[in-house]
Every structure is written in structure tokens, then in C-alpha cells.
């Protein structure tokens, strides 16, 4: 394959941005990038992808989404959002009522939401049904890391952390082989939802069989003083001193509440952090990424799932310089913040170290995972830096082709591997089914939906 463009933003060692370039791929992985005439005359290949007015861009990284809480979308008020915490009220009572056919369901809504918006990679959060988006991450074509919601607490003990663990462990003997496209890790949904002998067992489970872990952490005032109270360290500090940084990739979502000490922890110890910039800012606060220093920290950004958002994650990069930029400026009146070029880059995942995965750049030797952004458009036009335009401008609605190790799954805005009309359908049918399971929940938490 050879994909052509107007801008080609490599994010390689040295930031290239080739105009009027190419990007060539042999079995999935990229073997050559630059300027068209060059590669014109060099190269013939069996399927060629001519966008005259488009930028070719690596895929973006989700690395934090809640694939089956889809359902949710627009169900949760501002009255809810004031529960002490809504995860513990709303989301996981949510989640065990769901049921398989609903998982399935939203789990494939989630899929070609991400893949539409140009997310080549996902991290899953935890979800209680992960055989079956296991499934449907093989059929789609994209590539997700799956997890099992791991707690046995939740405001009150409800599971033995064996039965936990034994279903982590049969997710990890039925789908953990290596495949093209699915990865299966270990997770932890938040320290005051887990048991110690849970922890322990997750913990030692990742590192015997080298998964990567992704975890909620520093994303509630509350959990800060749990820790605290209970074994005099904040929830960072407790988590080191249990173990976590043996584990190799671990990915931690939020990381709100962090002290100066947890991010140097972070550094010290290669650790990556998922900011959710839209929703961590409706539930927790402003973020302190874009008031320190952030180099050699392993950054990204997640969308939080469908429940919060269109799973955007170029409308979070516009959340998220807005927000650090506010920040910069109302405490030092510096209008810094977060760059066009550091945000892109952690749109990729900083790269794919975050995932440790060669992935999130146009490089010779990393996979063929790229999208392809329209910029013919008076909206977006003229382009003086394409990358500010990309972070400035540019949203998922503008992602026309999608490549997932080589292989074409969107194309001219149609997700190919997915029936999308079949899946809007089934949700159009079944929706009042899930407005009743949601509205029996609400009654439940004596609010209005």
C-alpha cells in the first residue's frame, strides 16, 4: 500500500511534516516515508490511496474508555454528577444490569465510534463482559487492549477475590495468545473498590505473565484520604509500595490528585498517565499537566467512553489545551500551556510508549496505523501549520480513512469491517429497553433521570 497526501505529520525522531508526501507499507509495517516524487519513483504497490487535500497523520491512542457503558450516553444529569462518587452510583450498578446482548451492542457502538474518529488503539478500563468485546475487537479490525473489571468492593464487599481473580486469569487463557489486533491485561478499577488480597493477586498475576495493567487512580479526594488514613501514603506512593512498577506497561487514568512527589514517581518509575480532559474536568478538577514538566512523562488522552462524550479524542486535545492554557495563565499569567506538537503527540499515546507498542508514528519499522484528515474545507482553511490546524481545527468528523496495521477499515468515512446501519438499527430499536433499565436504576438513587 502507499498512501499519499497533502501533509504527511510523521511525529518520527525529528517532528518531519513532508509536504505533498507518501507513506509506503509491506505486511503491515511501514518501510518508507517521503515526499511523493521521491517515492513515485521508487515504489509500485497493489492498492494506492491518492488524498490530494488531506493530511496522513499516525492513529490515535484512547487509553482510557469504558467500551460498555455506551448506554449511558446522555443519561446522566447534572444532579447525578454531584453523587459522591457517581462511578460507585451509576456507572457499575449500570454495568451489572446490562445484560450479554446489551454488551455486545454497545461494545460494537464504542468500536465504530473510535474507529470513525480515527482511534487505531484502545485501552479498555475494565469491562464486565470482555470475552465479547474481545470478539468484537477481532471483527472490527481495530486494536484494543481488553481488561476484566476487577473489584470485589463497591461501598460494600459483593464478590470473593478468588472468583475475581479466576476470571481474570480465564480472559487472560482464552484470548491473552499473541494476536494481530487484541491484547489482553490486568486491571484495577480504584484502590477503595479492590481488597488487599485482590490487589496482591492481580499485581503478582501481571508480573508472572508480563500483562500490562491499567488502573482509576488520584481521581477522588475521598480516595487520597483513604489512603492516607489507612496506610499513611497517598494512593501513588501505596501503589509503588505494593509493587506496579515491576509491571511493564502500566497506564493509570486520571491522576488528578497527584502530589508533586506522585509525579515524579511517575518519571522515576516509567509509568504512563491517561489525562480524560473533558470528563476529569466535570468530575475532579483542573489538571496539573499543563502546569509542570512534562518531559520524559509517558502522556496520553482518553475519552472516558461513550457515556461521556462522542469519543472524540481531537475535540479532547481543543478541551485540553483550553485547559491548560486557563490554568498557565490565571496562576502565572503565562500563556503557555499545552503545545499543538505535544498534544498530537499524545494523541498517539507519546508515540506508543505509553502502551509500550511500536506504534504512533510514520516511521520505517512501526505499523501501519494511520489516519487520513480532510482539510478541503473553509472551516479549516487556509493551513499555515499543519499541526496547529490538526489541533486547532480539526475533529473526528473530518477522519475519512482509517489503516490498522496495513489493512484499510474506514474508508471515505464507512467503517468496512462493521455493519454500522445494522448496529444503529438494533440501537434504535432497543432504545426505550434501555431508557427502562436506566429510569429503574434512577428511581433507585431517588433522582430524576
Known sequence: M???????????????????????????????VGEEEDIRGRYEAEEVIERRDHVVIPGFVDCHTHTQQYLLRSAINDEMLQLPP?????????????????????????????LKNGI????????????????????????????????DIAEEKIAEPEEVLRKVKKLYSEYGSSRANLRVWASLRQVMMVSEELMEGVIKFSREHGLGLTLHLGEYQGEVDYTLAKYGLRPLEYLIERGISEIKPVVIAHGVYFSPRETRMLKEHGLGLCWCPSVDSWLMGIHWVGLTDIENLKLGVGSD?????????????????????????????????????????????????????????????????????????????????????????????????????????????????????????????????????????????????
Open 2 to 32: 502507499i498512501v499519499y497526501g497533502r501533509y504527511i505529520a510523521t511525529l518520527d525522531q525529528v517532528n518531519r511534516v513532508i509536504s505533498r508526501g507518501a507513506v509506503v507499507v509491506r505486511d503491515g509495517i511501514i518501510i518508507d
Open 305 to 449: 467512553g461513550g457515556a461521556w462524550g462522542r469519543i472524540d479524542l481531537l475535540h479532547e486535545a481543543k478541551v485540553a489545551k483550553a485547559l491548560s492554557r486557563a490554568a498557565s495563565t490565571s496562576i502565572t499569567y503565562y500563556k503557555a500551556g499545552l503545545d499543538s506538537n505535544t498534544l498530537l503527540k499524545m494523541l498517539t499515546g507519546s508515540t506508543g510508549s505509553l502502551v509500550g507498542e511500536k506504534i504512533g508514528r510514520l516511521e520505517k519499522g512501526y505499523a501501519a496505523d494511520m489516519i487520513v484528515l480532510n482539510t478541503k474545507d473553509l472551516r479549516n482553511l487556509p493551513i499555515h501549520n499543519p499541526v496547529d490546524t490538526i489541533i486547532n481545527y480539526l475533529e473526528g468528523d473530518e477522519v475519512t480513512d482509517v489503516i490498522v496495521n496495513g489493512k484499510l477499515v474506514v474508508e471515505n468515512g464507512k467503517v468496512k469491517t462493521l455493519n454500522e446501519e445494522k448496529v444503529l438499527e438494533e440501537l434504535l430499536d432497543r432504545e426505550e429497553e434501555i431508557k427502562e433499565k436506566f429510569a429503574e436504576l434512577a428511581k433507585q438513587l431517588k433522582t430524576k433521570p
Open 86 to 114: 457517581v462511578w460507585t452510583k451509576v456507572l457499575v450498578p449500570f454495568e451489572r444490569i446490562m445484560g450479554e446482548d446489551l454488551a455486545r451492542l454497545s461494545s460494537r457502538a464504542s468500536i465504530i465510534n473510535m
Open 120 to 151: 487505531t488503539y484502545f485501552v479498555e478500563a475494565g469491562a464486565p463482559y470482555p470475552e465479547i468485546l474481545a470478539e468484537e475487537v477481532l471483527a472490527s479490525g481495530i486494536k484494543g487492549v481488553v481488561t476484566y473489571a476487577t473489584y
